[in-house]
Structure formats: C-alpha cells, structure tokens
C-alpha cells in the first residue's frame, strides 16, 4: 500500500471523527504518510510535523554506501519476496537487537518485555511479509510519486516543522545540502525545527524538551500522530475545549507497533465507514 493510500486512510478518518482540518505528526514511516498528507490535502492538514526522516524520493536519489551499511532495510527489505521474508523468518532475533543497537538507541531504551514482543511480531509471516510491502512502495511507488510531485512544483503549504536526533545518520548523511531543512525547503514553504539530543525511537530518553518553535504547531485545532503502524488521532473537540480519547486506524502492521495484537494489517476509509455509528468511530 502506497503512502498516497495511507494519507487517504488517515484523512478519511479523521472526516468520520468530525474533524476537516488538523495537523498531523509523524516518526518515522509514519512521517512518510504526514508529508503525503500534507501534499495531497492541502486543505486538511493545518501544520505537519516529521521526526527523524526526510523525504522518500531524496533519501533514494542520495543514497550512498553510508545508507546501504547502515539502514540495510531500505534495500534489503526492498527486494522482490520471498527473499527478504525468509531471510528476516531466520533470525527475528537477530534483527530486533541489530535495530537497537545500531540505530542510535540508548541500551536501555527497549527493556526485555518490549525486545520480546518485536521478535514475537517478526516471527509472524503476515506481519513481516507487511513489513516488506512498505519498503517496496517506498522504493517503487512511493518514490515516483514523489518525483512527479518535484517535477510538477507540487508543495507543502502548511507550515512543516523537521526534528531528528543528533545521534542517527540524519545529523551527518545531509550536509552537503544543508541537512534535513535543507532538503525540506525543496519541498515546502515555510520550514523549520532543528536535531533533539537524545534517541527519536524512545522518547523518553530525549533529554530535552521540542523546540521553542514548535509551540505553534502545538496550537493547531486538531493533531495527528502517525507513527508507522498505527495512526493515533488525538482530535481538540469541536464542542469543548478538552481533547477527546485517542482514536486509532490501523494503517500497516511492521515491527514499531507489536502491541497491535490481532488487528488487520490494512485498514481502507469504506472499512472505517462500515465500523462507525452515527457518524463516529467505534
């Protein structure tokens, strides 16, 4: 499933929960389907946030041996299945403490429950096999959609704010284009943030607070968190000035959402629709 797909799964979403405008922030794969949002309904999303990523189109238009040796799953992961299934079925183990210990997380950002519930999703086949289906779209598809959009002067409109951590390859693989903000000025407006010292993949080991100015961000109707496997909807009422119980719309089962259990790995906008009641998520 394309991220053109899950941004329409994220805005449909938020319509049935009575919401036609809201900013959106995403980690990850999640901020892949944010910007998507933000490129495809301009005039749903209100401000979007991405942590710890730049664009799809530029990091495989810039990729080097760097990327390849460092953050294998975007080429391995890729490939045609079986290949990467089986190869991931072998070691799930393997894979879980290759990703915590080189991808810039503090030792003991993951205790032993967590660790063993991402093994545990990796020994499933459907999940892995899920998995591997969003790193082929970001190679293939989700990629040349990017680049019509870069051909075609396509922008983000609303203001995007960029945070990554200073430890990850994002600090570093970029200067040469000015680093991440960088590369987001070639596709928005009006761009801003700055690295965060500590570990994006668990955040409460960040030792410091957002930046100063993210506070507008922050202040939008509406927010949106989008972190690869779920999309998390927290909504500011209408009606009231509180925020309402976060509601979640499955987008794809992968390994950043374990506790996910038995739900289904799509979840398409007519399947929402078919879950509501009175025009609300159930």
Known sequence: ????????????????AGYERFAVVGHDRGGRVAYRAALDHPARISHV????????????DRADARLALAFWPFSLLAQPAPLPERLIAAAPDAVVDNAIAEWGSSPDAF????RAAYVDALRDPARVHAICEEYQAAAGIDREIDRADLDANRRIICPLLALWSDRGGLARWYEDAGGPLGLWRHWADDVQGQSVSGDTSSPKKIRQPLPGSSAPFWRARATAKAHG???????????????????????????????????????????LRARTRDGRLR
Request: some cysteine.
């Open 1 to 16: 499933m394309s991220k053109r797909e899950l941004a329409a799964t994220l805005t449909d979403a938020m319509r049935i």
């Open 49 to 60: 946030v991405v942590l710890d990523m730049v664009p799809t189109y530029d990091v495989w």
């Open 111 to 114: 205790p032993a429950w967590l």
């Open 229 to 271: 496997t779920a999309t998390r909807l927290s909504s500011q009422s209408k009606r009231a000035g509180g925020f309402p119980p976060a509601l979640s719309c499955v987008c794809q089962l992968r390994l950043s959402c374990p506790a996910s259990g038995s739900l289904p790995r799509t979840c398409r906008g007519d399947r």
